[in-house]
Protein backbone atom coordinates (compact mmCIF):
# COMPACT_ATOMS: atom_id res chain seq x y z
CA UNK A 1 0.00 0.00 0.00
CA UNK A 2 1.78 3.41 -0.94
CA UNK A 3 1.45 6.12 1.37
CA UNK A 4 -1.33 8.73 0.57
CA UNK A 5 -1.15 12.02 0.65
CA UNK A 6 -3.86 14.07 3.14
CA UNK A 7 -4.61 17.12 4.25
CA UNK A 8 -4.02 16.41 7.39
CA UNK A 9 0.01 15.93 7.07
CA UNK A 10 0.17 19.33 6.36
CA UNK A 11 -1.90 20.85 8.90
CA UNK A 12 -0.02 18.68 11.73
CA UNK A 13 3.22 20.22 9.99
CA UNK A 14 1.81 23.37 10.56
CA UNK A 15 0.64 23.28 13.92
CA UNK A 16 4.07 21.84 14.87
CA UNK A 17 5.94 24.92 13.19
CA UNK A 18 3.91 27.33 15.06
CA UNK A 19 3.85 25.56 18.95
CA UNK A 20 0.21 24.97 18.61
CA UNK A 21 -1.43 21.48 20.05
CA UNK A 22 -4.11 19.93 18.32
CA UNK A 23 -6.50 20.52 21.06
CA UNK A 24 -5.79 24.22 21.33
CA UNK A 25 -6.92 24.27 17.48
CA UNK A 26 -10.12 22.10 18.20
CA UNK A 27 -11.59 24.28 20.06
CA UNK A 28 -10.46 27.33 17.91
CA UNK A 29 -12.35 25.87 15.08
CA UNK A 30 -15.58 24.33 17.10
CA UNK A 31 -14.86 20.66 16.67
CA UNK A 32 -14.03 17.86 18.86
CA UNK A 33 -10.87 16.15 19.85
CA UNK A 34 -12.04 13.40 17.88
CA UNK A 35 -13.02 15.06 14.63
CA UNK A 36 -9.73 16.95 14.53
CA UNK A 37 -8.01 13.65 15.05
CA UNK A 38 -9.48 12.17 12.29
CA UNK A 39 -8.68 15.29 10.06
CA UNK A 40 -4.59 15.19 10.90
CA UNK A 41 -4.44 11.23 10.29
CA UNK A 42 -7.07 11.45 7.22
CA UNK A 43 -9.63 9.40 7.75
CA UNK A 44 -12.66 11.90 7.62
CA UNK A 45 -13.35 14.47 4.27
CA UNK A 46 -12.73 17.73 4.56
CA UNK A 47 -16.18 20.25 3.53
CA UNK A 48 -15.78 22.79 1.70
CA UNK A 49 -16.84 24.51 5.07
CA UNK A 50 -14.18 23.41 7.32
CA UNK A 51 -11.57 23.91 4.43
CA UNK A 52 -12.71 27.81 4.92
CA UNK A 53 -12.85 27.76 8.93
CA UNK A 54 -8.76 26.19 8.08
CA UNK A 55 -8.18 29.23 6.00
CA UNK A 56 -9.53 31.51 8.48
CA UNK A 57 -7.36 30.49 11.28
CA UNK A 58 -4.63 29.51 9.65
CA UNK A 59 -4.09 31.65 6.11
CA UNK A 60 -3.56 28.02 4.10
CA UNK A 61 -6.13 28.59 1.09
CA UNK A 62 -9.18 26.67 1.12
CA UNK A 63 -8.90 26.29 -2.61
CA UNK A 64 -5.20 24.17 -1.65
CA UNK A 65 -6.84 22.01 1.21
CA UNK A 66 -9.80 20.56 -1.21
CA UNK A 67 -7.45 20.25 -4.09
CA UNK A 68 -4.55 17.84 -1.86
CA UNK A 69 -8.24 16.04 -0.73
CA UNK A 70 -9.91 15.84 -3.69
CA UNK A 71 -6.65 14.25 -5.36
CA UNK A 72 -5.97 11.85 -2.38
CA UNK A 73 -9.84 10.64 -2.66
CA UNK A 74 -9.34 10.46 -6.71
CA UNK A 75 -6.12 8.49 -6.02
CA UNK A 76 -7.83 5.96 -3.23
CA UNK A 77 -11.13 5.32 -5.86
CA UNK A 78 -8.52 4.43 -8.33
CA UNK A 79 -6.65 2.59 -6.70
CA UNK A 80 -9.77 0.51 -5.21
CA UNK A 81 -10.62 -0.03 -8.90
CA UNK A 82 -7.35 -1.31 -10.31
CA UNK A 83 -7.07 -3.87 -6.82
CA UNK A 84 -3.04 -2.78 -6.77
CA UNK A 85 -0.36 -0.49 -8.17
CA UNK A 86 1.55 -3.50 -10.11
CA UNK A 87 -2.04 -4.07 -12.29
CA UNK A 88 -2.90 -0.55 -12.69
CA UNK A 89 0.16 0.30 -14.09
CA UNK A 90 0.33 -2.72 -16.26
CA UNK A 91 -3.05 -1.50 -17.82
CA UNK A 92 -3.00 2.36 -17.75
CA UNK A 93 0.08 2.23 -19.67
CA UNK A 94 -0.65 -0.27 -22.27
CA UNK A 95 -4.44 0.95 -22.29
CA UNK A 96 -4.10 4.91 -22.96
CA UNK A 97 -0.72 4.56 -24.81
CA UNK A 98 1.02 6.42 -22.13
CA UNK A 99 4.94 6.10 -23.82
CA UNK A 100 3.57 7.35 -26.93
CA UNK A 101 1.98 10.40 -25.82
CA UNK A 102 5.13 11.14 -23.55
CA UNK A 103 7.16 11.00 -26.74
CA UNK A 104 4.47 13.14 -28.58
CA UNK A 105 4.72 15.43 -25.15
CA UNK A 106 0.89 15.35 -25.29
CA UNK A 107 0.35 15.89 -21.59
CA UNK A 108 2.77 17.16 -19.16
CA UNK A 109 3.14 14.49 -16.26
CA UNK A 110 3.42 16.22 -12.87
CA UNK A 111 5.44 12.86 -11.95
CA UNK A 112 5.78 10.03 -14.03
CA UNK A 113 7.12 7.86 -11.30
CA UNK A 114 4.14 7.58 -9.84
CA UNK A 115 1.08 5.78 -11.74
CA UNK A 116 -1.45 7.67 -9.79
CA UNK A 117 -0.68 10.73 -10.50
CA UNK A 118 0.13 9.70 -14.11
CA UNK A 119 -3.35 8.85 -13.83
CA UNK A 120 -5.12 11.87 -12.48
CA UNK A 121 -2.65 14.04 -15.14
CA UNK A 122 -4.42 11.85 -17.84
CA UNK A 123 -8.38 12.21 -16.63
CA UNK A 124 -7.64 15.76 -16.81
CA UNK A 125 -6.56 15.89 -20.47
CA UNK A 126 -9.16 13.74 -21.12
CA UNK A 127 -11.52 15.89 -19.06
CA UNK A 128 -13.28 13.56 -17.45
CA UNK A 129 -14.28 12.45 -13.28
CA UNK A 130 -12.76 9.09 -13.47
CA UNK A 131 -12.81 6.31 -16.25
CA UNK A 132 -15.65 4.63 -15.73
CA UNK A 133 -16.83 7.53 -18.07
CA UNK A 134 -14.98 6.26 -20.66
CA UNK A 135 -17.58 3.67 -22.27
CA UNK A 136 -20.24 6.76 -21.85
CA UNK A 137 -17.79 9.23 -23.91
CA UNK A 138 -17.70 6.18 -26.57
CA UNK A 139 -21.42 7.06 -27.21
CA UNK A 140 -20.89 10.45 -27.75
CA UNK A 141 -18.79 9.65 -30.78
CA UNK A 142 -19.27 8.46 -34.19
CA UNK A 143 -16.88 6.34 -35.80
CA UNK A 144 -16.47 2.70 -37.49
CA UNK A 145 -15.47 0.22 -34.17
CA UNK A 146 -14.12 -2.41 -36.45
CA UNK A 147 -9.97 -2.30 -36.21
CA UNK A 148 -10.29 1.34 -34.16
CA UNK A 149 -8.91 1.60 -30.79
CA UNK A 150 -11.53 4.19 -28.98
CA UNK A 151 -8.91 5.22 -26.36
CA UNK A 152 -5.94 6.10 -29.18
CA UNK A 153 -9.33 8.21 -30.70
CA UNK A 154 -10.54 10.09 -27.76
CA UNK A 155 -6.85 10.79 -26.99
CA UNK A 156 -6.25 12.51 -30.31
CA UNK A 157 -9.65 14.28 -30.00
CA UNK A 158 -8.31 15.91 -26.59
CA UNK A 159 -5.34 17.04 -27.79
CA UNK A 160 -7.21 18.66 -30.50
CA UNK A 161 -8.62 20.39 -28.38
CA UNK A 162 -6.07 21.41 -26.63
CA UNK A 163 -4.30 23.11 -29.87
CA UNK A 164 -7.16 25.26 -30.12
CA UNK A 165 -7.19 26.88 -27.20
CA UNK A 166 -5.14 29.52 -28.22
CA UNK A 167 -7.16 30.46 -31.66
CA UNK A 168 -9.12 33.29 -31.80
CA UNK A 169 -11.83 32.66 -34.04
CA UNK A 170 -14.94 34.87 -35.44
CA UNK A 171 -18.12 34.63 -34.92
CA UNK A 172 -19.32 31.40 -37.57
CA UNK A 173 -22.29 32.24 -39.54
CA UNK A 174 -23.26 28.86 -42.09
CA UNK A 175 -24.15 31.81 -44.68
CA UNK A 176 -20.46 32.51 -44.87
CA UNK A 177 -19.64 28.83 -46.01
CA UNK A 178 -19.34 29.51 -49.35
CA UNK A 179 -17.27 32.34 -48.82
CA UNK A 180 -14.53 29.90 -47.29
CA UNK A 181 -14.62 27.82 -49.29
CA UNK A 182 -14.22 30.19 -52.19
CA UNK A 183 -11.37 31.49 -50.55
CA UNK A 184 -10.19 27.84 -49.71
CA UNK A 185 -10.47 26.81 -53.12
CA UNK A 186 -8.03 29.76 -54.32
CA UNK A 187 -5.72 28.87 -51.86
CA UNK A 188 -5.22 25.50 -52.74
CA UNK A 189 -4.96 26.63 -56.83
CA UNK A 190 -2.17 29.21 -56.16
CA UNK A 191 -0.46 27.28 -52.70
CA UNK A 192 1.19 23.55 -51.92
CA UNK A 193 -0.34 23.16 -48.93
CA UNK A 194 -0.12 25.87 -45.89
CA UNK A 195 -1.43 24.51 -42.68
CA UNK A 196 -0.68 27.81 -41.28
CA UNK A 197 -3.32 29.67 -43.88
CA UNK A 198 -6.26 26.78 -43.84
CA UNK A 199 -6.30 27.73 -40.11
CA UNK A 200 -5.96 31.53 -40.73
CA UNK A 201 -8.85 31.11 -42.81
CA UNK A 202 -11.25 28.61 -41.29
CA UNK A 203 -10.44 31.17 -37.88
CA UNK A 204 -11.54 34.05 -39.86
CA UNK A 205 -14.77 32.35 -41.00
CA UNK A 206 -15.22 31.16 -36.96
CA UNK A 207 -13.96 27.39 -37.54
CA UNK A 208 -11.54 25.91 -35.21
CA UNK A 209 -9.07 23.74 -37.25
CA UNK A 210 -6.55 21.60 -36.11
CA UNK A 211 -4.12 19.07 -37.92
CA UNK A 212 -2.43 16.76 -35.33
CA UNK A 213 -0.46 13.49 -36.30
CA UNK A 214 -2.50 10.56 -34.66
CA UNK A 215 -1.39 7.58 -32.28
CA UNK A 216 0.34 5.01 -34.33
CA UNK A 217 -2.38 2.64 -35.75
CA UNK A 218 -5.31 4.93 -35.69
CA UNK A 219 -7.41 4.41 -38.47
CA UNK A 220 -9.05 7.60 -38.81
CA UNK A 221 -8.38 10.98 -41.06
CA UNK A 222 -11.09 13.75 -39.36
CA UNK A 223 -13.77 14.83 -37.44
CA UNK A 224 -15.87 17.33 -37.31
CA UNK A 225 -17.76 18.73 -33.61
CA UNK A 226 -19.00 21.70 -32.50
CA UNK A 227 -17.72 23.94 -29.64
CA UNK A 228 -19.97 25.83 -28.00
CA UNK A 229 -21.27 27.27 -31.17
CA UNK A 230 -18.12 27.68 -32.72
CA UNK A 231 -17.67 24.64 -35.62
CA UNK A 232 -13.97 22.50 -35.11
CA UNK A 233 -12.70 20.57 -37.60
CA UNK A 234 -9.52 18.19 -37.02
CA UNK A 235 -7.64 16.48 -39.83
CA UNK A 236 -4.52 14.22 -39.36
CA UNK A 237 -1.68 15.11 -41.12
CA UNK A 238 -1.68 11.27 -42.85
CA UNK A 239 -2.60 12.32 -46.16
CA UNK A 240 -0.37 11.68 -49.27
CA UNK A 241 -0.55 14.76 -51.08
CA UNK A 242 -2.48 18.42 -51.60
CA UNK A 243 -5.74 16.51 -53.27
CA UNK A 244 -6.03 14.48 -50.14
CA UNK A 245 -5.47 17.02 -47.51
CA UNK A 246 -8.32 19.13 -49.27
CA UNK A 247 -10.44 16.28 -50.03
CA UNK A 248 -10.67 15.57 -46.10
CA UNK A 249 -10.82 19.06 -45.26
CA UNK A 250 -14.27 19.41 -47.33
CA UNK A 251 -15.40 16.19 -46.39
CA UNK A 252 -15.43 18.02 -42.83
CA UNK A 253 -16.74 21.21 -44.53
CA UNK A 254 -19.60 18.87 -45.72
CA UNK A 255 -20.20 17.59 -42.91
CA UNK A 256 -20.64 21.31 -40.85
CA UNK A 257 -23.08 22.39 -43.69
CA UNK A 258 -25.23 19.26 -43.05
CA UNK A 259 -24.87 18.11 -39.86
CA UNK A 260 -24.00 20.89 -37.74
CA UNK A 261 -26.45 20.75 -35.56
CA UNK A 262 -25.86 17.04 -34.83
CA UNK A 263 -22.38 17.84 -34.00
CA UNK A 264 -23.15 19.67 -30.62
CA UNK A 265 -23.82 16.37 -29.08
CA UNK A 266 -21.53 14.43 -31.07
CA UNK A 267 -18.50 13.80 -32.40
CA UNK A 268 -18.52 12.51 -36.08
CA UNK A 269 -15.62 10.61 -37.35
CA UNK A 270 -17.70 8.36 -39.35
CA UNK A 271 -21.34 9.28 -39.47
CA UNK A 272 -23.81 6.60 -41.17
CA UNK A 273 -23.23 5.46 -45.22
CA UNK A 274 -25.56 8.18 -46.21
CA UNK A 275 -23.81 11.30 -43.84
CA UNK A 276 -20.49 9.95 -45.22
CA UNK A 277 -21.21 9.47 -48.78
CA UNK A 278 -23.53 13.09 -48.95
CA UNK A 279 -19.76 14.42 -47.21
CA UNK A 280 -17.78 12.79 -49.63
CA UNK A 281 -19.85 14.05 -52.73
CA UNK A 282 -19.83 17.69 -51.40
CA UNK A 283 -15.86 17.59 -50.86
CA UNK A 284 -15.44 16.32 -54.76
CA UNK A 285 -18.12 18.81 -56.14
CA UNK A 286 -16.14 21.44 -53.78
CA UNK A 287 -13.01 19.89 -55.70
CA UNK A 288 -13.85 19.38 -58.86
CA UNK A 289 -17.45 20.68 -59.77
CA UNK A 290 -19.67 18.56 -62.20
CA UNK A 291 -19.27 20.10 -65.08
CA UNK A 292 -15.70 20.25 -65.33
CA UNK A 293 -15.42 16.51 -64.37
CA UNK A 294 -17.53 16.10 -67.83
CA UNK A 295 -14.74 18.20 -69.27
CA UNK A 296 -12.14 16.69 -68.22
CA UNK A 297 -13.47 12.85 -68.80
CA UNK A 298 -15.16 13.44 -71.98
CA UNK A 299 -12.08 15.22 -73.44
CA UNK A 300 -8.10 13.86 -74.50
CA UNK A 301 -6.63 12.88 -71.38
CA UNK A 302 -3.32 14.55 -71.79
CA UNK A 303 -1.06 16.91 -70.02
CA UNK A 304 -1.48 19.83 -72.49
CA UNK A 305 -5.46 19.48 -72.61
CA UNK A 306 -5.46 19.20 -68.54
CA UNK A 307 -3.08 22.06 -67.99
CA UNK A 308 -5.43 23.94 -70.05
CA UNK A 309 -8.01 23.26 -67.88
CA UNK A 310 -6.64 23.47 -65.04
CA UNK A 311 -6.00 26.75 -65.64
CA UNK A 312 -9.08 28.28 -67.48
CA UNK A 313 -10.98 26.78 -64.64
CA UNK A 314 -8.24 27.42 -61.56
CA UNK A 315 -8.45 23.45 -60.95
CA UNK A 316 -5.27 22.52 -58.92
CA UNK A 317 -3.70 19.64 -61.55
CA UNK A 318 -2.78 17.50 -58.29
CA UNK A 319 -6.82 17.60 -58.15
CA UNK A 320 -7.07 16.55 -61.52
CA UNK A 321 -4.81 13.60 -61.86
CA UNK A 322 -5.69 12.82 -58.21
CA UNK A 323 -8.89 12.40 -59.66
CA UNK A 324 -8.27 10.21 -62.52
CA UNK A 325 -5.83 8.26 -60.56
CA UNK A 326 -8.26 7.03 -57.89
CA UNK A 327 -11.11 6.70 -60.53
CA UNK A 328 -8.61 4.52 -62.73
CA UNK A 329 -8.63 6.10 -65.86
CA UNK A 330 -5.03 6.63 -65.38
CA UNK A 331 -2.01 4.87 -63.46
CA UNK A 332 -0.37 6.32 -60.15
CA UNK A 333 2.80 5.06 -62.22
CA UNK A 334 1.62 6.94 -65.00
CA UNK A 335 4.20 10.25 -65.81
CA UNK A 336 0.90 12.71 -66.51
CA UNK A 337 0.57 11.18 -62.46
CA UNK A 338 3.86 11.55 -61.36
CA UNK A 339 4.86 14.76 -63.23
CA UNK A 340 1.76 16.61 -62.14
CA UNK A 341 1.04 15.33 -57.90
CA UNK A 342 1.61 17.37 -55.94
CA UNK A 343 2.81 16.59 -52.17
Known amino acids: MIDMIYFGKYLKDYLEYNNISQT ?25 EMAGNIERLTGIKSEFIINVENSRIL ?13 LKKEITIKYHINEIKKRNWIKFKDETDILQVCIDLLDFL ?14 ILFKKTGNDFNKIALWIAHCDE ?3 QQNVNEYNSYNLMLLIKDLQELAYNNSIDID ?3 ELLNKYGIYF ?9 KIRGCFRVKGKQPAIYVTDNYAGKDSFFFELFHELGHCKSDYNEGKNKVIIDGNDLKEEKADKFALEVMIPENIWKKIVDGEINEKTLKEISIQEKTPMSFIVGRLAK ?3 ITYKSKLYRENYQK
Do not use: S, W
Open 24 to 48: EFATRIGITQKHMNEIINGKTRITL
Open 75 to 87: KENILRQYGNIDN
Open 127 to 140: KIKDFDIIPKLEKQ
Open 163 to 165: TIK
Open 197 to 199: KVR
Open 210 to 218: ACEKALTGT
Open 327 to 329: NGI
